[in-house]
């Protein structure tokens, strides 16, 4: 029974690979320079993948930052441009982290080889349909503060992943659902003294 399910989860990814989702085109720290106590923006640009295919499903984003208690990861705004059912606030799930397992190793990233980050995964309200309007972008945006005792003069480095939830029709998310990457990409920020 398991390595069926495993079968129709990895059957479900190669569909999507080959539908239409939203592929990350950028991402980036707004404001690179900040300050002990001061906020900055991780952005993520993405678009529809193919304008011949469509879906509608929930959209997630994950953050990573280093570990510790220099920077924290704040709150995340799907479609902060005004596309795609934006701007919407994404809800932080936690579920995503523990049940994606090694579902993003086809986009080059596997969670448990990364060691020193903390994550934080975010997860849209709804299904967004993509429309397959590939000339449309959706931003997301999420907010990084550095700590008013961050560690100064470090440049730290700044993950985010994107990707479809699929669930597995039971509108909770779990290791029996997939998950599919679309976009891995790191940036940075630099915390000067104040």
Known sequence: MR???GFDLGATALVFLLSSC?????FTVLDY???PGQKTTAQFVLRPMSAANK???PRFVIVGVPSGDNLTIGKATWGTNGTFKGPVPMAANGAILTSI??????AGLNFADVTGTDWKAFLTPENIPDGGKTAKKAVVQVSIK????????????VVGVSGD????????????DGFVCFGIATSSVLVKAA
């Open 101 to 106: 397992g090694t579902q993003c190793e086809q």
């Open 55 to 57: 879906n509608n499903v």
């Open 165 to 176: 939830w699929l669930d597995d029709g039971d509108d909770a998310v779990g290791p029996e």
């Open 33 to 35: 320079i900040i300050a």
């Open 3 to 5: 390595r069926k399910v």
């Open 146 to 157: 550095a700590a008013a005792d961050a560690s100064t003069g470090v440049n730290y480095a």
């Open 22 to 26: 939203f592929a990350l085109q950028s």
